[in-house]
């Protein structure tokens, strides 16, 4: 097969151009046979004048101008633009004279139609390569679209590519499509609801033939016999060209392979190779740094990923799309490739390279690695052992072990480790090297270590470490940072794709603690995921990144997890991770807005997909959700509660735990309050923490919390601190739960006792002691909830209506209610204040961009509505105190009701103890704050802790945890009657007496754990 630009050999001839009905329509005069026509189709701005009658020879590519006066219609917002600009520039991109059609707008959303529709006129029936062509000027950051959707309408129906426009200026190709004769056939063009600006200058047709079903891939097969590394090399091909093997009858396959193979091509295009080239890509976002010698940072890793996606495509294209015919096997393609390797090699990323210390030392070590030994694996028939060489003293430079990080300062450890070690074994499949690989494999299995606060991890340094997974669930990163979210999912990736490289190799994971995966999943993620998304209190200083948002991490979780299905151990196990999976995936689709909460198509792998719609196919797999219940995530000061309709996630702080994450140049830098006390409540409206939730909320007015209202922004950018209290903690039984913290905020002189009860459909909330001296106001936010669309939500206090405008402020006296309207079904919020309360409210449009959040993030402005309630205690408060109930999915009346007839009691809300009676399951729950014998129910407790008490008169249940992890002595439980019979206890509960009820629960090393016990009356 000629590689190049397909075409009839009857057409094959020396261009020409005539303008025919608004559209250029390029005849052939006929010449020598041998004249590539890629030479001209890939070319930017050839024109020719010569011309050819329109019916003298058979028809020829069709190019359509922006300008053109039939075939192109502009729409909205958009224009016809006439470039300026340097015309140097213009000369050396072949764009002198263009007219574009401009679309969106510079650094903004648009939010309007902004469309542009070419529709040329195609004489006959046939299959044509369709291209497209835009204007790239020196546009760096937000000023242009990073995903531009451009639609071709054929007669095979409608796919979808996006774009980028910070490189450009050359014929992009859209794939081979059928098309019928006339002018039905369209490329589309709409900048609604994108950031920034975007141009088309041109369309091109050019005819073709029918592309081929499939086309063999090519491996990377030895001259002689397959040895195990071979064999390796040639599996890890097979998974990475998964592409070639794509269904096309799934559109979101379709679609992904589309955009995925469009991407590849215009890598190649968009490469210089030119003699005087000082960069492969002409991208403001990567300059040219030759001398320096420091790695090139995350430009560079970005560009090596352009390289690692031509070589998937060199190995396995999509044949029915018609990107095979182009990339797959093609000689030149591979060239290109491996020049392309050479050139950073010698001027950017090479043994002699400095690796200087900040953000970019992952590039640095582990991602430029991983990628290039990648590439080298899948091309390895074809590079010398020369460059192999200087590719191994290239990494050896920057890792020479996966043990270490940070230019060898620190130890890997959580995902860090994980990443290292797959990089590493990659490293050794690269250089035939079995040590590199066995090293790779045993480095993860420490990784597989359940951990506990009383048994670290201990590496090899001797240093201790925290981070990694612990036996509630809890994961987490950076010693103090629960992660599970964003390193924790990167854990599952690399393991899942470290397992799938070793099986069936000499090398495959055989270590039995492997199996606690599925642990990983059933006891860490299936919690914290309620409507198939991820709770937002799990991504660290990934929430204030704009790229995390709307599905995006949940959708990685998701990956791993499906990719990992095939490789379970049994059926039983499979079986279980299908179930969760089932429940994730349903979930997504029946949100209620399913905009955000999509299954990101960036983040789910082709293989991963093709398991997830199998799954979702198969209805013998039930869907498995978490049980209705409370959920003590004691390692990392977090409880989950989950009921039919809501959850909730409270995050909380400690000498243990931090607030946030605020690292590498500000990254989350407005993350304050995240984890002081924050308690999200997430309903069926899942808009409530997406749709730009955290560009756009007061971050000094987070719901649950108590603050000081001390500026924070003119600290600057700054990490999360720990707190001076060890308490923070909780208890749960039998689906109820209770949690409370000492907070002491830092650098303030604020302190406060907080409780939180959740109990079944309501979570009581208490605080007391609230304290401070700084002379400035001290806030307890009840809500501050994102309003769905124009903000007009019914808001209610004590049975009257309040004003919907946005703007509205009030001083709200002896509220015993409130009730705010949900946009959907199960989305309304109740609140109840059994002590009458003067509470402040707001009803506000607020203005924000993620930059804020990050300096490299989004400048785009986007507002949203909000509604906020909070108590003012005041400056200086002495001893204040609040008490609020929360009532998710209950609407108006049924809150007023619940305000006359309250299912939860409040008995105590003082500086020695807050409890609370939940009568309907004869229960009472407290948070015992001293040490002396102090009556809770029936009981008297003695030592601090919080405990939950459940008596319905045949049988009696107890909970106890130490929420501050340092007694190393017991807690005493005497009650005033006795029992029959004790059913379980769990080890460290010791029945001192049958009757009276006397227990005493040895807290030594139980890292705030539950202790429970059960008895007959």
């Not at 430029?368 to 200087?390: D, G, W, Y």
């Amino acid at each position: 097969m000629t590689f190049g630009d397909t075409v009839a050999p009857a057409i094959r001839g020396q261009p020409a151009d005539e303008m025919i009905g608004g559209q250029m329509v390029r005849k052939y005069v006929p010449v020598a046979l041998g004249l590539s026509v890629l030479a001209w189709c890939c070319q930017a701005g050839a024109q020719t004048t010569n011309a050819v009658k329109p019916d003298s020879d058979p028809p020829g590519t069709i190019e359509l101008r922006a300008d053109a006066k039939e075939g192109v219609k502009l729409s909205g917002k958009a224009k016809l633009d006439k470039l300026g600009g340097k015309a140097d520039y213009l000369e050396s991109v072949g764009m002198t004279g263009q007219t574009v059609a401009a679309l969106g707008l510079w650094n903004k959303v648009t939010t309007e139609e902004s469309r542009v529709e070419f529709s040329p006129t195609l004489p006959k029936d046939g299959y044509y390569d369709v291209y497209v062509r835009w204007y790239s000027g020196s546009i760096a950051g937000n000023a242009v679209i990073d995903d531009l959707p451009i639609t071709v309408v054929s007669a095979q129906g409608e796919r979808t590519f996006a774009f980028g426009q910070q490189m450009g200026n050359v014929w992009a190709f859209l794939g081979t499509h059928a098309f019928k004769a006339g002018n039905a056939g369209k490329v589309i063009a709409d900048a609604k609801g994108k950031h920034g600006a975007a141009n088309l200058n041109a369309v091109k047709f050019v005819p073709s033939v029918q592309p081929p079903a499939s086309m063999p891939l090519v491996l990377p097969e030895p001259k002689g016999a397959a040895d195990d590394f071979d064999k390796m090399r040639m599996q890890l091909a097979k998974r990475l060209t998964a592409a070639a093997q794509a269904d096309l009858s799934d559109p979101v396959q379709a679609q992904k392979i589309a955009e995925q193979e469009a991407s590849a091509y215009f890598y190649w295009k968009t490469m210089k190779f030119d003699a005087e080239r000082r960069q492969l890509w002409n991208s403001p976002n990567v300059p040219f740094r030759e001398g320096n010698n420091d790695g090139g940072g995350w430009p560079l890793t970005k560009q090596y990923g352009y390289l690692l996606a031509m070589t998937r495509s060199y190995v396995g294209s999509n044949a029915p799309l018609g990107f095979a015919s182009k990339m797959q096997g093609n000689p030149q393609l591979r060239q290109d490739i491996i020049e392309g390797l050479k050139f950073f090699h010698q001027h950017r990323f090479n043994e002699k390279t400095v690796n200087k210390m900040g953000a970019d030392w992952i590039g640095n070590e582990i991602s430029n690695p991983q990628m290039i030994s990648t590439m080298i694996c899948l091309l390895h028939p074809h590079i010398s052992k020369e460059f192999i060489a200087q590719q191994t003293a290239t990494f050896e430079n920057m890792a020479p072990t996966p043990l270490k990080m940070y230019g060898g300062a620190g130890t890997t450890t959580g995902f860090n480790r994980l990443y290292a070690c797959y990089a590493y074994a990659l490293r050794g499949l690269m250089e035939n090297n079995a040590k590199k690989i066995e090293l790779a494999r045993q480095s993860i299995s420490p990784e597989f270590e359940v951990l506990t606060r009383a048994k670290p991890m201990v590496r090899p340094n001797g240093k201790i470490s925290y981070d990694g997974f612990y036996a509630d669930g809890s994961f987490i990163q950076h010693g103090e940072l629960p992660y599970i979210g964003i390193y924790g999912g990167g854990v599952l990736t690399n393991y899942a794709s470290i397992k799938e490289l070793l099986n069936g190799s000499p090398w495959e994971i055989n270590d039995p603690k492997a199996q606690i995966f599925n642990q990983w999943v059933t006891k860490g993620y299936a919690p914290l995921f309620f409507g198939g998304d991820i709770m937002y209190g799990s991504l660290g200083r990934s929430a204030g990144q704009s790229w995390h948002q709307d599905g995006a991490v949940s959708s990685r979780v998701i990956d791993a997890v499906a990719q990992m299905v095939p490789l379970a151990k049994s059926p039983a196990e499979r079986q279980e991770l299908s179930a969760i999976l089932r429940a994730w995936v349903i979930d997504k689709e029946q949100s209620a807005f399913p905009q955000y909460n999509r299954l990101v198509a960036s983040r789910i792998s082709l293989p991963a997909y093709v398991v997830l719609t199998d799954i979702k196919k198969d209805a013998s797999i039930k869907p498995q959700r978490p049980a209705p219940g409370s959920y003590m995530f004691y390692n990392t000061d977090m409880l989950v509660h989950h009921q039919a309709d809501f959850a909730a996630q409270l995050r909380m702080f400690s000498t243990r735990i931090r607030t946030h994450e605020d690292i590498n140049e500000g990254t989350n830098r407005l993350g304050w309050y995240q984890g002081s006390g924050t308690l999200f409540v997430y309903t069926r409206d899942n808009s409530r923490y997406n749709d730009n939730f955290w560009a756009t909320v007061n971050p000094y007015r987070l719901p649950g919390t108590t603050v000081d209202t001390r500026d924070r922004e003119v600290e600057g950018s700054k990490n999360g601190e720990l707190s001076q209290s060890p308490w923070a903690g909780g208890a749960e039984l039998d689906g109820l739960g209770v949690a409370s913290m000492g907070l002491m905020e830092p650098k303030t002189t604020l302190t406060a006792q907080k409780s939180w009860f959740f109990l079944d459909g309501q979570i009581v909330c208490l605080g007391n002691q609230i304290k401070s001296t700084d002379n400035r106001t001290i806030e307890t936010i009840v809500e501050n909830v994102k309003l769905h669309g124009a903000g007009g939500n019914a808001f209610v206090v004590n049975g009257q209506q309040q004003p919907t405008d946005l703007g509205w402020k009030a001083d709200l006296k002896d509220v015993r209610w409130a009730h705010l309207a949900g946009p959907v079904a199960n989305s309304d919020m109740g609140w109840v204040f059994p002590q009458a309360a003067t509470l402040q409210a707001v009803r506000e449009a607020r203005t924000g961009a993620w930059v804020r959040w990050f300096k490299k993030d989004d400048t785009a402005q986007h507002t949203r509505n909000y509604l906020t309630m909070w108590y003012d205690h005041g400056a200086n408060p002495t001893g204040a105190s609040y008490a609020y109930i929360i009532l998710p999915g209950r609407n108006s009346a049924q809150t007023q009701e619940y305000a006359q007839k309250p299912e939860a009691e409040i008995l105590a809300n003082t500086a020695e103890l807050q409890a609370v009676r939940y009568g309907k399951r004869s229960t009472v729950a407290a948070s015992v704050w001293t040490d002396a014998p102090t009556a809770v129910g029936e009981a008297t407790v003695t030592g601090k802790c919080n405990i939950i008490i459940s008596d319905d008169g045949k049988q009696l249940r107890l909970a106890v945890s130490d929420p501050t992890q340092l007694n190393v002595g017991s807690i005493r439980v005497a009650f005033k009657h006795g029992v029959s019979e004790t059913v379980k206890a769990d080890d460290g509960v010791k029945i001192e007496s049958s009757n009276p009820l006397v227990v005493t629960i040895q807290m030594k090393q139980s890292d705030g754990k539950t202790f429970r016990a059960r008895f007959t009356r």
